[in-house]
Every structure is written in C-alpha cells, then in structure tokens.
C-alpha cells in the first residue's frame, strides 16, 4: 500500500475520515475536532457520530465508487470498527492512508488468523482447535476431553458483545452447539478458569513508538462489558509483562492507533499467568475511563497516532471505574446527572433496545476538594 | 417572558440552541453531545461550532423570521458572547427558553448599566464616571484629580480584548482619549493598583442552586488573557468572599448557566480586597482549564444549568496552568503536541490573524504517575 505522507503529521484543520458512526466513531470525531481537525464520518446507516461531524456520507463499504469519493475528501482514514470489509480498507489505502493499516483488520475479523498469529509470536492463549466440519468436531470432541473443562465455541467471523457463541460441556453439546451456530467455521476454546479479565490499551504511533494506559479489570454480564476499574490490584509484574504483550503485538502488526488487547490473568503461580482472549483494532470500551480520568485519553491519542502526531501521555491522574448504561439502563440519566463523582456521556441513540450501549458513566475516585 | 418548561430538565436528544459559531460555540457543543444533545448552531458566520453541530444556520441576529424558524427547531437556546442583541433574545424568549435570560444580556452590555448594577447591590467596583458629553468630561476630569491616579476609558457598549480602552493621564488626555474611541458614550474608571487579576465561574440552576470553580489568577498582555492558573495562591477567606460575591450577582440576576466574574485583588489589607472589573454572561476564557483539570468543565456545567439538569461537581483534580495560543503561538502546535503534561485544544479556525484566539493548552500539574 503506497503511503507517502507516514511520517508528516497532519496540520489542523486537516480532514480525518472516519468509517463507521456508533458511539466509537462519535467520540473519535469529537478528539479529534478538539485538535483542531475536520471529520468526514462515512457509514452504511446514520449513527451517533453524524451529529458531531463536519461532513457525513451514508454509503456501503462495498461500493468503491462512494469509497473513492469518500478518500478522495479526507487527509487519512480510521475505522471504530473491526467489521470493515478489509476490501474495503485495501481500496482506501491506495489513495489515502489508512490506520491501523488493512492487515489489523484481517488478522481480527477471523479468531483462527488471531490466535495463530498471536501464539506464533510466543504469546501465550487459551488452546483451540478449528472447527469447520464433521472431522473438525470429532478433534474438537477428543481436545475438549482431554482439556477435562468446559469449553467455548465461537463463530470466527463476526462475533461481539457474546454473539455468535456457545458453551459445551461435551462432544454431544458440541455437535448442537455448532448446529446453532449455522455450520459456519468456528473456534472451539478451552475455558480457562481465569482471576479476572483485564485489558491493555496500547498506543502506537507512525515512528513506531508505543505508549499503554493503566490497566483495568474488567467485568461482563450477558457477553456485555458492564464495567472497568483503574488500578487493576494485579502485581506489578503482571501489569509490566501485559503491557509487554500488547507492545509486542501492536508492533508485529506495525499498528497505528489505539489497540485494544483482552487478557485472562489466571493467577501470579499459573504457569501463563496471563493468557491473550482477543484483541480489537480500535479504541475500545474498557478504555473509556481514560476519557476523564487521564490527561489524553484514548480517543484523542488514537487520532494522534493515525495523524501522525506525538502520542499524548497516557499518565492517569484519578483512580476510576467506568460503568456501562446499556438497554434502559440509561432511563437513569437524571439521577446518574445527580451524583457528585459521575462523569456522564450519552450517546444520543434515538431508542433505548436491550443490549445496546446507551452511555458510560466514570466514576471518579480521587477528586481532591 | 413565558417560559412554560422552566424546571423540566430536557432529555437526551433535546436540540440545544447556541447563538454564535465561535470556539467557545464549539466547546459548548461538544459538551451538548458529550450528553446526548443534539445541536443546532446559528450565526451571522460560519465559525468553528459549525464543525461538530448537528444542524447550522447562518443568519442575521435581527431577522425575526429566521430567529422564527431557529427557535422553532430547538428546546432551549444560549449564546456564546455578550453582544446577541437583546431584542433578538426577548424574541427567541417568547416562544423558547433563553438561558441566561436577555436582562443578563441587557446588563452585561452596557458598562454603566453593570456597574451601577454590581454597586447597587453592595459589592465594590472601581470607581467610575460616566461619559456622554462635555459637561460629563469635565466632571470625569474632575473625578479623576480627586483620584489622584491615572485612569482608564472604556466604551461603555461592545468592547472586548482590551478593544475600545484608553488609559489617560490627565483631563487633556481624556478629552483626546474621547474623541479616539469616537464620541461614543464612555465609563472612566479609576485605575486601581492590584496585586492581581482573578475570576469567580460560578454555574447555576434552573433551581437557583450555585455552585463555584476554583479561582484562577489571570495574566493579561495587550488587553488580551494569555493566562490562567489554579490554585490562585489568594487567601482562603479572600476565595470564599469572592465566590460569594459571584454568587450574589448570580442571584441578583436569577441567572441560569455559567457567569463569570473578573475581579482585581488589592490585598488583604486594602478597604475593599476585592473589587469586581466586569462580568459575561457566558462561558469564559479564564475557565477553559476546568475542561482538563475538573470532574466537570464549565462547558457540561454551562449546558447542564441551561438544560435544566443538576449541576455537574466542580471539583478540582489537578493544579492546572491554561496558555492562550493568540495568533501565530499556534504554529508551535507540533511541539506543544510532544509536551507531556499538555492537553491541547486547538479551535480549527482557518487563519492566524494577530490577536486571534486560536487554541489554548491545560498544563497539568499534578500528573500522578
């Protein structure tokens, strides 16, 4: 992918073009409208992220030609998104860079591709096998009795939020559960029984240089991440060497921007303490504490990278936990409004569904006065 | 002025007026949509607000028909300077909520209007003397020999930045001084010696609740702030009296949003330690480090009051130091960006004129890692 212009940094007022226009896409556009760019937001449906942009598109990702008119627009492009067509971002590229580049797509939107490369680099996840038909279910069934644990089977493609997955108890379930899952290729993992699950938020910029925010543990309902807590309680040790991992990751993918990496930490005396779940090629919902909680947070340290920019410090003044509203969660908004250490943000959606992230609230620990 | 929704707080979703597309336009509306807002911004120019705004209007601030149809799309409505006329604001009042209210407006813009007000209501101000003719230059000559200190000439209407300011030395002076600013009615002021320049931001509610940021001590350069700072380093009981004159006004003027109060310091032994300078109600540049360094910038607080929703905490996290970048201070944006304790804003605006507010950066003091 030709992309002359790596290491200039973007002047402001420079038009950063962004695909997707959820919640993601609304508060990149926001960091970056504070740095003084202009936001393209291009998207098959009209998402939060219009209302806050300087010029919006409504258009497929597989239409080139409303993709050519989209880069043809803006000075570089990202995504909030790990669901672009990697089509669709190689198309991009060859007129207008685009960060984190095609391949961190590629390698995230398929969980076989994502776990082969990550323990290809030493790095350790949960063991899995493949399933993709009748002779993949029969390993699947004789490794998950040689696990003696539960295990997972997740569709490769196209998971989030715990779509798209099943637990099995057995080979039977085994067969049902990929039954249920429409016969579509699948990764069977072993359930790991884990302390908690933490993340790293890593920051790479154009020369390379990488930067991570404190890490959180978080913690899930429903598939769901409800909420995030800074500082994580895990020994320093364990935080240096997560950090090590997201680095290690970030840089054999030659990232740019803001890499979200989900770990299991199964405890200080396991042979892998700390073991890769995935990893999302974008700013991230266990980062949004950083929003208030750090002098730059994720969103505008993202923008800095695929600008070209110096990273922001990452440095976190107050302890934090970030709380998700989700589905009618956010009804509560006027007595969330109300609590003295709440810092609230509202996405804007116009319907309330279950399941669908509505706002986060960060709740700030260490206010001085 | 009928206003129906009073202590009704809007819902997300609600479209928050804002009459003016400047920077400060901008960050208000970012602080719209951080909750849920939408935005609709209308100006007699197509400013930096119109970059992250839902919907924009270009428009005079004397066209009824097109205040008509802006009123007509939004819920509640605020502005961004001082100079909306006051008829264009009863206007809107008519069939909107206009927070703060056109008598803020009304009292803000006419520098004798305010300072009779502020004075009537007990609280110091430098002393003044009106100015309209020949008969009120000989006795502001006269005041000012009794003063026995230079003075200042200020138009009474539309001044700003040190625009439309006169020092004078003596009642020769004051008549040229007079006839520069163009005959125009005029306040002389007696020119006090202070140890230093500071501001009360005090934010209140629909309900009448107030609350009040930390102070900052401002440093002022050709009329124009380039700095403020936090903690100001004044005496607690100093801050506490100034928060409550802040406050009193506030009341005074039943006023809804963010007002900010300048007021020189002249030492804690002087008669009068404080004496208020002039007020906006609005937003203000010496409050801009409360966007980095707070829980709750005045921005969210400012649109929460006008919203009608509780006010947000505004406690202090961080000490904080915010620079102005005032025309070409802004071409150092790449090193800025590299600073480790800078949060950097910059407004997008399209060229550097001399004297221009382009950007401003929060330096953080108290970064913990």
């Known amino acids: 992918m030709p992309d002359t212009r790596t290491n200039t940094p973007l002047p402001p007022r420079s038009v950063i073009g962004i695909l997707g226009s959820g919640q993601l896409g609304k508060m990149l556009a926001q960091a970056a409208s504070r740095l003084g760019f202009r936001v393209h937001v291009y998207s098959d449906d009209a998402g939060p992220a219009f209302d806050v942009a300087t010029r919006q598109s409504v258009g497929s990702f597989t239409s080139f030609r409303r993709l050519d008119e989209f880069a043809a627009s803006v000075d570089a492009v990202t995504y909030e998104f790990e669901n672009v067509p990697v089509a669709a971002a190689e198309h991009l590229a060859l007129s207008v860079p685009v960060r984190p580049g095609?391949?961190?797509?590629?390698?995230?939107?398929?969980?076989?591709?994502?776990?082969?490369?990550?323990?290809?680099?030493?790095?350790?996840?949960?063991?899995?096998?493949?399933?993709?038909?009748?002779?993949?279910?029969?390993?699947?069934?004789?490794?998950?009795?040689?696990?003696?644990?539960?295990?997972?089977?997740?569709?490769?493609?196209?998971?989030?939020?715990?779509?798209?997955?099943?637990?099995?108890?057995?080979?039977?379930?085994?067969?049902?559960?990929?039954?249920?899952?429409?016969?579509?290729?699948?990764?069977?993992?072993?359930?790991?029984?884990?302390?908690?699950?933490?993340?790293?938020?890593?920051?790479?910029?154009?020369?390379?240089?990488?930067?991570?925010?404190?890490?959180?543990?978080?913690?899930?309902?429903?598939?769901?991440?409800?909420?995030?807590?800074?500082?994580?309680?895990?020994?320093?040790?364990?935080?240096?060497?997560?950090?090590?991992?997201?680095?290690?990751?970030?840089?054999?993918?030659?990232?740019?921007?803001?890499?979200?990496?989900?770990?299991?930490?199964?405890?200080?005396?396991?042979?892998?303490?700390?073991?890769?779940?995935?990893?999302?090629?974008?700013?991230?919902?266990?980062?949004?504490?950083?929003?208030d909680a750090c002098a730059v947070g994720q969103f505008e340290n993202h923008i800095r990278a695929i600008a070209g920019w110096p990273l922001g410090a990452t440095d976190r003044h107050s302890d934090v936990e970030m709380r998700n509203l989700i589905g009618h969660d956010v009804d509560a908004w006027p007595s969330i409004a109300a609590e003295p250490d709440a810092c609230l943000h509202l996405y804007g959606k116009r319907e309330a569904r279950d399941g669908r992230k509505m706002g986060h609230v960060n709740y700030l620990k260490t206010l001085t006065s």
């Not at 108890?169 to 290729?185: C, K, M």
């Not at 790991?192 to 910029?205: A, P």
């Open 102 to 291: 095609p391949r961190a797509l590629a390698v995230s939107q398929d969980r076989i591709v994502e776990k082969t490369f990550i323990r290809d680099l030493g790095i350790a996840v949960a063991p899995f096998a493949a399933i993709a038909d009748a002779a993949d279910l029969a390993a699947g069934a004789d490794a998950q009795s040689r696990w003696g644990t539960r295990a997972i089977l997740k569709t490769a493609r196209f998971g989030y939020d715990g779509k798209g997955q099943a637990t099995t108890d057995s080979a039977d379930t085994l067969n049902d559960a990929f039954e249920a899952l429409g016969g579509v290729p699948c990764v069977l993992e072993q359930r790991l029984s884990f302390q908690c699950e933490v993340s790293v938020l890593v920051v790479r910029g154009v020369n390379g240089a990488a930067v991570t925010y404190d890490i959180p543990v978080n913690a899930h309902a429903g598939g769901i991440l409800r909420r995030s807590m800074v500082p994580s309680g895990l020994p320093t040790s364990i935080e240096s060497r997560a950090r090590e991992m997201a680095r290690s990751i970030a840089d054999a993918l030659d990232y740019i921007g803001v890499l979200a990496v989900e770990m299991f930490y199964l405890g200080e005396n396991a042979p892998e303490p700390l073991v890769v779940n995935e990893i999302a090629p974008r700013v991230h919902n266990s980062g949004h504490w950083t929003m």
